[in-house]
């Protein structure tokens, strides 16, 4: 074994897919790349998602308590980087990326119709935004498109370089405990 800063933890616990997440403050869709988030419960559905005030999308998630998550593909890659890449107050990145906009049901921040999925988003809890700029999010409405050609997603290993879904392990017959989230 060969040890490595604790600093770089992320590295190995990469939490899930890179995201993208959609705001839209003052009628003003935005995009940002997001890599930290996690699941915390089941039932509401809440997603622990890391957005800094250095993010562009933060004041907007601060000031409207809504938006949307994402789930882009491999095939979507470059401009997810790239979107990470530049800042929402110099550029309307819908438009730069060539990605389409579609309204959500419940919440003002758009959909990415190219995108594998979208999680309709409300703030169920704010406590540890000034501390630790963890947002709780509930999830409110799922869209998914599942005759989508391509369905692999990203997931950022910490370094600039990223691993994409592979062949999927069906161990369903297994999760004895957990059926009930089999559905």
């Known amino acids: 074994m060969k040890e490595m800063p604790a600093s770089q933890a992320y590295r190995l616990l990469e939490p899930g897919p890179i995201v993208l997440v959609t705001t ?59 979107i990470g890449n530049c800042a929402g107050d110099a550029v309307e990145k819908f438009g730069r990326f060539g990605l389409t906009p579609q309204p959500a049901h419940d919440v003002a921040a758009p959909l990415i119709t190219e995108c594998l999925a979208n999680i309709e988003c409300r703030v169920a809890d704010s406590r ?3 501390e630790h700029n963890l947002f709780i999010l509930e999830a409110r409405r799922i869209w998914i498109d599942p005759d989508r050609e391509e369905q692999r997603t990203l997931h950022h290993r910490g370094d600039g370089s990223f691993a994409a879904d592979g062949a999927v392990l ?9 059926r009930h989230l089999q559905r």
């Open 24 to 82: 839209s403050h003052f009628g003003k869709p935005n995009i940002m790349t997001m890599g930290f988030h996690m699941m915390i419960q089941h039932d509401p559905p809440l997603i622990g998602c890391v957005i800094g005030p250095w993010d562009h999308s933060y004041s907007a998630l601060r000031a409207t308590g809504e938006c949307v998550i994402a789930i882009p593909t491999v095939d979507l890659a470059e401009k997810v980087v790239d």
């Open 128 to 130: 540890l935004v000034e």
């Open 170 to 178: 069906d161990l369903r017959e297994r999760m004895v405990k957990w």
